[in-house]
Structures are given as C-alpha cells and as structure tokens.
C-alpha cells in the first residue's frame, strides 16, 4: 500500500493586499512551488462554502470526520490534547485561570498569565474534587490555560460558558442550559458549583497567598468554556485500516488527531508558535513512515498566529520556513509516497481573523493527472485539476491513491 502525507499549514490561506499579493504568492517557496508544477492542485473549502472554519472543525473535516456528527464543542479536543484519556459520556472544557476580586468582577482573564509550574500546583487542588455526583479531572496545560472533564452519568455539553470572554468590567458567567433536558440543567449548575468551589479553593491556597504578597495577581478561579460531549467515533484504523501518526505542537490538534485516532508522537522543539522547529517536525513525520505508518499528518500553527497579528511578512517568513520542511519529506518519504499541502482555513491579515475562502491545495506523487499550473498560491491553484472541493474529499482522495479504493456499486 502507498503511503501519504498530509501537512497542513494553519491560516496559509490568505487575501490579497493592495499589491495583489498574498503572504503565499510573495514567499520564496521552490518545494511548494514544484510540487504544484508536478502535482495536481485545487481550492478546498474545508467545511463548505461561505462557511467561515474553526481550527477544530477543519481538521476534522479533513480527516474524514463530519463536523456536523462529530463535534459537539473544543472541549473534546483539548482535553484529548492535554493527555487526558476520556471515556464515552464524558463533558470537557477548556479552562483559564483567572483573577476575581468581589462579587467575581473579573481582574484579569489570565491571572496575571501565571508560569505553567504554578498553575500545575495549583490544578491539583482542584483535581478528584466530586460535585453532584460528577468526578471533577482537571490538567493545566500551558500558563493560565488547563483542560476539565466531568464524569459521571446524565451529563450534556448543551451549557453556556462560565468565561465571560472579554477583560474589561466583565463578572464571570453563570452557565446556563441551552435546552429543556435534565442532564443539561443537571450539568449546568455542576458547572456553577465547580467556579464557586475553585475560587474557595484557590482564594486561600498557601501558592496564591505568596503571589499576593509578592505583589502579583491571584489565581483564585478557573473558568470553564467549550463544553464538549466525548462519544467515542470509529477511529481510522477501523475505518480505512490505516494506522495514521500525527506530528503537532499545539493541543487542539493532537487532540483531533487522537480523537480519530492517529497515535501522537512528542516532538522536541515543537511548541505551536512561531519558534518551533520545523524541520524536526519533517524529520519525525518521516521516521513515522520508517516506522510502518501508513499515514503522516503534519501541521504547523504559525502561519495562523501571523494572520490573526495582521503581520504579512512574518506569514510569508513562516511560510518560507515551512517550505525547506516540504523540501524534506518530498526528498525523504520514499518512492510512492503521495503528499498533499494544505490549509485548513484562510486567515487573512487584513481581517485578522478566519474568513470563508477556499484555500490552496498540492497533491503530488506517482501516477497523477497533473494540470498546468505552476506555482503555489491562491489564484493559481484555481486553475487546478482538482478544481473546487470540500475538505471531507480529501481522505477519500487520499485513500484512493494509497490503494484502498473500493469501487462503489458494481
Ligand atoms: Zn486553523
Ligand atoms: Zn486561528
């Protein structure tokens, strides 16, 4: 069986600029470039058209999985990317430590954006608390961010958040049910019970004491938000009879890849930010397809971070970095391995912030079509092959050229 690599650039879709240009047009990006002239391109609208993507339902599209079956809320993700194991039935959170002063005025949303070390000792307080019956698990991943799951019978993730969102005089929220069912109110006032107690707890946790005196902020509550309901889908390997590895610095992503099902590899430099070491994370997608892997997802989130600041040369610059990255695992992954380049999403300078467009997609590999273009960009993956698609094409494209086609009908 073939083998395939998907690498999927978060946000690399843009708009043009007064100039006509995108941070993708005006890159210096002769991997990319090629393996559009010797591949077969398109423009793919990852979740349908005019339909702006979130990071989470992007992916999940593009690993073969309905956003409209399958996600319920971030939560999911967050916890599976954080390292927790979640079992069917499960409702999970993204949370922030946050400063409260009286009557939960909110102070600061980040609680002054405590050191991860900090927040670790503070998370075990809160951690194995039970409240109405649900068992309370709670992970801090990175500075003032942590992941809670509830488990217990009678959950719904259909609530609101407790997180107000914005800093400026904002209270926190009572979370409310979205419907009329019992485990929806059940579970919001869980919600409600939980921010109460871990502001108890942490208000008079000897770590915050010391912060206070020290003249720093508190973190004296945890605000959850994205409710999510864990039922577990039919992973990949069952599915397609692929065993898929996935190779990512940021939480959510690792957490999609496992919710469907790829084993996560840990790579050393790998942060999600635009420090992160690229090229390591060729090198481990590659030694995934040494290893027996049929299927390597590689994603970097850096090109994001850059449309959502408005910085266009630092996208371009990122992108130019991915390219020797490209450059890599085309040299390195073997006769007859297919690779497609991506993004999940456009996220346009301009706007800063996700938008509706299609985005530019390569495949290149043995055996292909081909068409006449050139150059990898917006406007000249147009003119592709593939013509315009939807994001849940791509596997089954994949699969097809992998060898598990089957035919449809007879
Ligand atoms: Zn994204
Ligand atoms: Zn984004």
Not at 2 to 16: E, N, S, W
Not at 74 to 79: K, M, S
Not at 206 to 230: D, E, S
């Amino acid at each position: 069986m073939a083998k395939a690599v998907l690498i999927v650039c978060d946000g690399m879709g843009d708009l043009p600029d007064a100039r006509g240009r995108t941070p993708l047009s005006a890159a210096r990006k002769p991997n990319m470039d090629r393996l559009a002239r010797e591949g077969i391109n398109g423009l793919m609208h990852t979740i349908g058209r005019g339909i702006i993507p979130g990071s989470d339902t992007a992916h999940l599209a593009l690993f073969g999985y309905d956003p409209r079956c399958y996600y319920s809320g971030r939560g999911v993700f967050e916890a599976l990317g954080a390292g927790l194991k979640l079992e069917h039935g499960d409702v999970a959170f993204r949370c922030n430590f946050a400063t409260v002063g009286k009557g939960m005025g909110i102070i600061d949303r980040r609680a002054g954006r405590i050191g991860s070390a900090e927040a670790k000792v503070l998370g075990k307080a809160l951690d194995g608390v039970v409240i109405g019956g649900a068992k309370i698990i709670f992970k801090p991943t990175v500075e003032h961010r942590a992941a809670l799951v509830l488990r217990g019978k009678g959950l719904s993730c259909r609530i609101t958040d407790a997180d107000p969102h914005e800093a400026d005089n904002a209270r926190v929220l009572m979370a409310k049910p979205l419907d009329d069912s019992k485990e929806a109110k059940r579970t919001a006032g869980i919600v409600n019970e939980f921010v109460r107690k871990s502001h108890e707890i942490l208000e008079k946790h000897p770590l915050n004491l010391r912060r206070k005196a020290a003249g720093l902020l508190p973190a004296n509550v945890a605000l959850p938000r994205g409710a999510g309901i864990y039922e577990k889908p039919p992973l990949l390997g069952e599915r397609f009879g692929i065993k898929a590895g996935c190779v990512a610095g940021g939480a959510l992503y690792k957490g999609v890849a496992k919710f469907v099902g790829m084993d996560v590899v840990d790579v050393k430099g790998a942060t999600g930010g635009l420090d992160t070491d690229v090229m390591a994370k060729g090198k481990a997608a590659l030694a995934l397809l040494k290893k027996g892997y049929d299927f390597a997802f590689i994603h970097v989130k850096g090109t994001d971070n850059c449309g959502h600041d408005g910085d266009f040369d630092g996208k371009r610059k990122m992108i130019e970095r991915i390219d020797a990255m490209v450059g890599l695992v085309m040299k390195g992954c073997g006769k007859g391995t297919f690779i497609a380049v991506t993004a999940d999403h456009t996220t346009s300078c301009m706007k800063k912030r996700h938008s509706s467009e299609p985005v530019p997609f390569a495949l290149w590999g043995p055996g292909l079509r081909g068409d006449e273009v050139q150059r990898f960009d917006e406007l000249s993956c147009a003119k592709g092959g593939l013509g315009q698609f939807k994001g849940l094409a791509v596997m089954p494209m994949l699969l097809d050229l992998m060898g598990k086609e089957h035919v449809y009908g007879s």
